[in-house]
């Protein structure tokens, strides 16, 4: 649907003004021929001439135009981000991934990463890791094969540099991600997957995840591991392979034992107004609650109407520049005549 409007390209008050003047020397032409076309020999061709230069003129200073509808089509994406926990905690092998077999924490987070991956193609994907400090491993990426790459190459933190299990410490990274994210692509959704074992051992209180909220469109946190609980190996620090040390109980003396907080983790995804999710022999990632929310979370595609505003004064300048070339020939042939 097409309508026909006037809008001015030098404003409102210079486009009236402009119309105004030339349409008074349009009719001062006309008045000027009628009152001396006894003493001259201005033709009324040439009067016509002049007054319609000046008319056109002042049609084109109010710019017509022609205002169109158009749909335009917007394709919003998903853009997920994964942070995994890598205290030494996830090395406790007592997780299990959708089997009776007993793996480490961190071994079950890498295969929930992968399958995370699998369930939202034609996404992207940020990957962060989180131990005694957060940091983000892969900016946002639309390749899936990044992130399972860089599943397969995470590992427990040394002992060494351990101080203590503190649940908010990826916050500030995730913040600042999922602003950028949210700042580049305002009109896709931002999926984010907070996979840990729940474990709080630091002194210090855990600030609240709620700040994320204003970003995230939906939220998940994976716990790994069991409630049961298992001895923490020593990792790093010159450990070798099959020569397995446990981290000690400063109190006891004895080896220390690191249970899974399932509690913890929902008091988190109650911040992010998202959903628990406790990884176990029959719950996995590719199946379950986190599994039927992806599918709303793909590629979706949105219809907007929109106006836009078309100046039509080509056709007017064209008949204004063959005026004026018939006045500049009429004004040449008069010349030599008076010669």
């Given at each position: 649907m097409t309508n026909l409007t006037l809008s001015p390209a030098l404003g409102w008050p210079l486009g009236t003004a402009i119309c105004v003047i030339m349409l008074v020397c349009a009719v001062?032409?006309?008045v000027l021929h009628i009152r001396r076309r006894s003493q001259s020999d201005e033709t009324v061709w040439a009067c016509a001439r002049r007054s319609m230069i000046c008319a056109l003129v002042a049609i084109m200073a109010?710019?017509?135009s022609i205002v169109s509808s158009t749909n335009s089509r917007a394709i919003n994406t998903t853009d997920v981000v994964v942070a995994v926990d890598v205290t030494g905690s996830m090395a406790?092998?007592?997780a299990q991934y959708g089997s009776d077999e007993q793996?480490?924490?961190?071994?079950v987070a890498k295969q929930a990463v992968k399958d995370i991956a699998a369930m939202y193609p034609n996404s992207s994907f940020a990957a962060l890791r989180f131990g005694a400090s957060g940091t983000l491993d892969v900016p946002l990426t639309p390749d899936s094969k990044a992130i399972d790459n860089w599943a397969d190459t995470?590992?427990?933190?040394?002992?060494?540099?351990?101080?203590g299990s503190t649940l908010d410490v990826p916050i500030d990274q995730l913040l600042l991600t999922c602003k950028s994210i949210h700042d580049q692509h305002p009109d896709d959704a931002i999926v984010l997957y907070l996979i840990s074992d729940g474990e709080q051992t630091s002194s210090k209180t855990r600030r609240t995840f709620s700040s994320l909220r204003r970003y995230l469109s939906d939220a998940f946190t994976v716990a790994v591991g069991s409630e049961q609980g298992g001895n923490i190996p020593v990792t790093g620090d010159g450990v070798e392979e099959g020569d397995t040390q446990w981290v000690t109980d400063p109190e006891t003396g004895e080896p220390g034992v690191s249970r899974m907080n399932a509690d913890e983790m929902n008091a988190i995804a109650d911040e992010?107004?998202?959903?628990a999710i406790q990884l176990n022999a029959t719950t996995t990632m590719s199946g379950g609650d986190s599994k039927e929310t992806s599918s709303k979370w793909r590629v979706t595609q949105t219809s907007k109407q929109?106006?836009?505003t078309v100046a039509m004064v080509w056709p007017f300048a064209i008949a204004v520049a063959l005026l004026l070339t018939f006045e500049a020939g009429a004004w040449i042939t008069q010349s030599r005549r008076l010669l």
């Open positions: 001062a032409q006309i109010l710019t017509p406790v092998a007592d793996l480490s924490r961190l071994d995470l590992a427990p933190e040394s002992t060494s540099i351990s101080a992010l107004s998202g959903t929109r106006t836009r």
